[in-house]
């Protein structure tokens, strides 16, 4: 499953939800006719309730939904701390330069030197730009995910290219 966000609150009493999304294009959603939640972002993929999507839209840095099966406030309570995802089958598909985070976590980073820093472990949102965290063993890196950064990512090879020194 592809996390692409968190459910922050309910939002009115008709058992709508407001969504933080992970990543740029939330609105691309609306193309799923179904979203899964589940309580805990590592959930086993069997573990994911499936929900029809209703409506979508943009509210702020958020998003607002209403799913089939939820109505009212105390049934949208409920869900808030849940997660949204979906299999990676059932993502619209991305532009060329653009990626799911889920298709990054995983991937081996290597250096301008060809040293492997570690893997990919998860990314962080900071408002400005996302941020690859990069764990090898005990250490982490956060690598921020900017083209003066990253140069390549090949999704076949599973591995990022940056320019990053390994001391640093």
């Not at 089939?68 to 949204?84: K, P």
């Not at 301008?112 to 005990?138: C, I, K, M, N, P």
Request: glycine content about 12%; proline content about 5%; hydrophobic content about 45%.
């Amino acid at each position: 499953m592809i996390v692409l966000g968190r459910i922050v609150a309910p939002f009115g009493v008709k058992g709508w939800l407001s969504i933080r999304p992970f990543g740029d294009d939330p609105l691309s959603w609306r193309e799923m006719p179904h979203w899964w939640i589940a309580p805990t972002d590592n959930t086993p993929a069997g573990g994911w309730t499936q929900y029809a999507l209703l409506a979508c839209q943009a509210h702020g840095k958020n998003l607002i939904a209403s799913l089939e099966g939820i109505s009212g406030r105390d049934a949208a309570q409920a869900m808030v701390g849940g997660y949204v995802a979906a299999p990676r089958e059932a993502l619209p598909g991305t532009k060329e330069g653009e990626y799911y985070w889920g298709d990054l976590v995983g991937m081996t980073v290597k250096n301008d030197a060809d040293e492997t820093l570690g893997e990919v472990a998860g990314l962080l949102s900071t408002g400005a730009h996302d941020v690859l965290q990069v764990r090898d063993g005990d250490t982490e890196r956060l690598i921020p995910f900017v083209a003066v950064y990253v140069g390549d990512v090949d999704l076949a090879r599973r591995t990022i290219r940056v320019a990053w020194q390994k001391d640093w």
